[in-house]
């Protein structure tokens, strides 16, 4: 059954994890995991300290060239009664002003408690969802 906003919103709000697609300069998907934390219609994501070869990252560098991304969440279980996935479309900055990856970096820490222990340096990844789909199997908040 598709989903309204309000319930794709909540479910996407409530998953661990999601993953965050954008496009390269050639034009190509480019697609990686992300923490995150929802506030309204924003999505925050930032750089972290788990190790990476660079704070360079492809994702930071594919927004500033084109800001359009998506953001996937989903739930799969073998029982497929309780399937669901959440889509947010919409157009992203990155903040990197302590004063900007204020709020967002506090949102990550109250819902990380790897970002409490080691708070993340930024620079902050800013989603203004214009657009949320979302598909589930059963009605909301049966099985999810």
Partial sequence: MRLDERDARR????????????????????????????????????????????????????????????????RYSEDWGELWWVRA????????????????IALLQERYLQYRQTPPEGPVIAIEVQRWTGWAASPPGVGS
Avoid: C
């Fill in 11 to 74: 479910l996407l709000g409530e998953a661990r994890v999601a993953r965050l697609a954008t496009v390269t300069s050639a034009g190509s998907p480019h697609i990686v995991p992300m923490t995150f934390a929802l506030d309204g219609d924003r999505i925050y994501s930032t750089v972290d300290a788990k190790p990476k070869t660079t704070r360079s990252l492809r994702r930071l560098a594919n927004i500033l060239a084109n800001p359009q991304v998506a953001m996937l969440a989903d």
């Fill in 89 to 104: 479309d919409g157009n992203a900055a990155v903040l990197a002003e302590p004063g900007a990856m204020a709020r967002p």
